[in-house]
C-alpha cells in the first residue's frame, strides 16, 4: 500500500508477474499527475496487462451518487486502457432491512451497473468478503447475480482468505460455475478464530492454515483464469517492494506446484 501505481506495475514486471489489478485509489492518485495516455504508455512499456481495477463499491444505502459516480468513472477507466474486469464489493445489511429487502436493493443497482458496464465492453465480478452479512460466499453472490437478473457480464470472484474467513464447504466451491468465476485471489493466513481473523493476518501463499484443496477444486475442474496474489498485512509494506512482490511470486509458484 505505500507504494505507488507505477512502482507497482514495474515491480510485478520484475517478479515475472503477467498482470496486475491496479487499486482504484492508486489509480485515482496516478491521474491527479499523469493522463490516461501516460497510464496506456506506463502498462504497454512494462509488458504487464491490466488484468482488472478493485475494489468499486455496491453502495446503495450511504450516500450512493459518489460511488455511482465513480463507478462511471471506473467503467471509463478500464475502457481506455483495455482492462476488462472490475472487482465490485456489496454493502452491508442495514438494521432497518430484512436480508430479503436489502439483497433487492443491492440486485436493482447491480442491475443498472452491469448495463452501463456491458455498454464499454467491461465485465463485473462481485467479490463475497468473509463474515459478511449479506454476501459471505459464492452461494450468496450467485443469488445476487440471479436476482439483478442475471447478467451476462456479471461473475464472481474467489478469494481464499474470505472464503475461509465464512466457512465456504469445498461443495459451494465445486458449485459455482466456471463460467461465472472471473478470477482468484490467493493468500494464506495465520491460525485463529474465524471472527477474529482480519486483513492483517493474512500472509504469503503456502506460510498458513488455508487448505490448497481450495485452488485443487478449480484445478481439477479445469478453471484456467488468473490467480491473484492479494495480502493486505501491514508487516509486509514496510519491506521494499521488489522482496514483496519477489515472495508474493515465488509462493504463488510453490502453492501452484503442490496442487
Known amino acids: 500500500m505505500p507504494y505507488s501505481l507505477e512502482q507497482d506495475v ?6 515475472g508477474f503477467e498482470g496486475v489489478e491496479i487499486w482504484w485509489d ?13 497510464l496506456k504508455q506506463l502498462l504497454d512499456s512494462s509488458g ?51 436480508r430479503e429487502e436489502a439483497l433487492a436493493i443491492h440486485a436493482k443497482e ?6 452501463l458496464a456491458a455498454e464499454n465492453g467491461i465485465r463485473l465480478t462481485v467479490e463475497p468478503i468473509g463474515g459478511h452479512t449479506l454476501v459471505p460466499g459464492p452461494t450468496e453472490a450467485l443469488q ?3 436476482m439483478a437478473g442475471a447478467p451476462a457480464n456479471v461473475g464472481i470472484l474467489m478469494d481464499t482468505f474470505h472464503y475461509f474467513r465464512s466457512g465456504v464447504s469445498d461443495q459451494e466451491i465445486q458449485a459455482i460455475p466456471l463460467d461465472k468465476l472471473d478470477i482468484v485471489h490467493v493468500n494464506d493466513c495465520e491460525d485463529g478464530a474465524l ?17 490448497a ?3 485443487s477444486l478449480l484445478k481439477d475442474r479445469g ?20 522482496e514483496i512482490t519477489g515472495k508474493a511470486y515465488t509462493t504463488l509458484g510453490e502453492l501452484i506446484a503442490s496442487l
Not at 10 to 15: D, G, S, V
Not at 26 to 38: A, G
Not at 110 to 115: F, I, K, V, W
Open 10 to 15: 514495474a515491480a510485478a514486471a520484475r517478479a
Open 26 to 38: 492508486k489509480l485515482v492518485t496516478y491521474l491527479d499527475k499523469h493522463s490516461l495516455r501516460d
Open 48 to 98: 504487464v496487462i491490466a488484468v482488472g481495477i478493485c475494489p468499486l463499491r455496491i453502495w446503495p444505502f450511504r450516500d450512493s451518487e459518489p460511488a455511482r459516480q465513480e463507478f462511471r468513472d471506473a467503467v471509463q477507466l478500464a475502457s481506455h486502457i483495455g482492462c476488462k474486469l472490475l472487482a465490485v464489493c456489496p454493502d452491508f445489511q442495514p438494521a432497518r432491512l430484512s
Open 110 to 115: 447491480l442491475s443498472d451497473m452491469a448495463r
Open 144 to 146: 445476487l447475480i440471479e
Open 195 to 211: 471472527n477474529e481473523l482480519t486483513d492483517a493476518h493474512r500472509l504469503y501463499p503456502t506460510l498458513g492454515v488455508i487448505p
Open 213 to 215: 484443496r481450495q485452488l
Open 223 to 242: 478453471y484456467d483464469g488468473y490467480l491473484s496474489v492479494e495480502i493486505f498485512r501491514p508487516e509486509y509494506w514496510e519491506q521494499p517492494i521488489g
